[in-house]
């Protein structure tokens, strides 16, 4: 069984920063990619980012470069997304991801967590 719970959300002013966090719990986090993603109300989650399982490589959305930065700390089944220089288009709910693969591009799964709040005031 899987358990993602993602922490660290809040809120911020535009420009500002926050680092989220996601506690796996499941022997398969440290031999599969990891995901964020992030939702607001009315429109489809998004990617956001997402890294390989040894860490080595990760992508961004267009949106986020140079912004954002995705790691992973397989030794404790962590995920973070450090957010600087934030803007209110970044408000939203953010999920991690498992992803079904160990590489890119990303593949999301159904595992999800129960998302954390990140709201961005201008």
């Known amino acids: 069984q899987v358990q993602l719970v993602e922490s660290g959300g809040g809120l911020v002013q535009a420009g500002g920063s926050l680092r989220l966090s996601c506690a796996a719990s499941?022997?398969?986090?440290?031999?599969?990619?990891m995901g964020w993603f992030r939702q607001t109300p009315g429109k489809e989650r998004e990617f956001v980012a997402a890294i390989s399982w040894r860490g080595g490589t990760t992508t961004y959305a267009d949106s986020v470069k140079g912004r954002f930065a995705i790691s992973r700390d397989n030794a404790n089944n962590m995920l973070y997304l450090q957010m600087n220089n934030l803007k209110p288009e970044d408000t939203g709910v953010y999920y991690c991801n498992l992803g079904m693969v160990t590489g890119l591009p990303f593949r999301p799964s159904g595992y999800w967590g129960q998302g954390t709040q990140v709201t961005v005031s201008s």
């Open positions: 499941g022997r398969t986090f440290s031999s599969v990619a």
